[in-house]
């Protein structure tokens, strides 16, 4: 199972183009193309990132197009598409809803998944929020976390087992027993799954030194602290070096150490995994910006 070393601390990044939601999109990403998509990829993958992230929505309601768009590729097989474009970096939705599917479907997606990346799968698990994509699914919103409580042991069982309640299924996955599973969100609704359920938390948004300890606290009355668990922390935007432009309120840029400092500073302890997010006004920017973070920053933030 993937595992993030004992006394190092990883850093991956959530993909720009492959979602477009108008909160967060850059104006470059409107015009960027499935080319441009697979060198972020790359770029990552040459760069030692931990992991590309892909986010999952189904449909967006007109009345929130406004603002979350509706340009949302679909989760798994834009992993998929990845896999073969990359060799090292590890594939990570954040989040799949699993409230939209049967454990026994989203199963079968993860382990193949994982058969044809060769062992590179990271199972990112949410519980979904937009009211009317549940409702046109069929699924009870109000019921979203306890639906993904239900699904969750299924979906272990099946990730491990070749047999659940006499069914079976096959590609197995690479990994042994299973593709670790990363629960999102920062509800304490959310860290009470990661402590029970998960061998991941993905906060939505940074983390904070109480919702670690809380995260610690629960995992022990589980019996569950002595296994390892990644807990992430989601940075500011970064830009490294002096920006000739407008980075916006809230960038973290400057000398190299300077933002390690500042990122350290935010990052609670007990915390392994960093998420980052970049400024940028171009694919080539972009690429450049994750390069320089990767070998002027990231050494100095990635051992614990």
């Not at 979350?68 to 073969?84: E, F, K, N, R, V």
């Not at 594939?91 to 454990?103: D, F, G, I, K």
């Not at 030194?209 to 390892?228: C, F, H, I, S, T």
Request: hydrophobic content about 45%; some cysteine; charged content about 20%.
């Amino acid at each position: 199972m993937i595992e993030i070393p004992a006394g190092t601390r990883a850093f991956g990044i959530q993909l720009p183009i492959q979602s477009k939601s108008k909160t967060f999109v850059a104006d470059w990403e409107f015009s960027a193309t499935p080319a441009d998509l697979a060198r972020v990829a790359r770029t990552a993958d040459d760069h030692g990132y931990f992991y590309i992230a892909v986010c999952d929505h189904i449909a967006i309601p007109e009345s929130l197009a406004s603002t979350m768009g509706t340009y949302w590729q679909d989760c798994i097989a834009t992993l998929s598409w990845l896999a073969a474009l990359t060799e090292t970096t590890n594939l990570l939705s954040h989040a799949y809803v699993l409230p939209y599917r049967h454990p026994l479907i989203a199963a079968k997606e993860f382990a193949t998944l994982d058969y044809l990346s060769g062992g590179r799968a990271i199972v990112g698990i949410g519980a979904g929020h937009v009211e009317a994509e549940f409702a046109v699914l069929g699924v009870d919103h109000a019921r979203r976390g306890k639906l993904v409580e239900e699904k969750l042991p299924p979906l272990i069982a099946a990730l491990e087992q070749e047999f659940v309640d006499g069914l079976g299924a096959q590609p197995r996955p690479v990994q042994s027993p299973r593709p670790p599973v990363w629960i999102a969100g920062s509800s304490p609704a959310a860290i009470r799954r990661a402590a029970t359920y998960g061998d991941g938390w993905l906060p939505q948004g940074p983390s904070n030194a109480e919702m670690v300890a809380k995260l610690q606290a629960q995992r022990a009355e589980r019996g569950r602290a002595d296994r390892p668990m990644m807990i992430g922390h989601i940075t500011p935007f970064l830009y490294v070096g002096t920006p000739s432009w407008d980075v916006g309120d809230g960038t973290l840029s400057g000398a190299p150490g300077d933002i390690a400092e500042q990122i350290l500073a935010d990052t609670a302890a007990g915390v392994n995994q960093l998420q980052v997010r970049f400024k940028a006004r171009s694919c080539d920017e972009i690429c450049d910006q994750m390069a320089a973070f990767s070998t002027e920053v990231a050494p100095l933030l990635t051992k614990i």
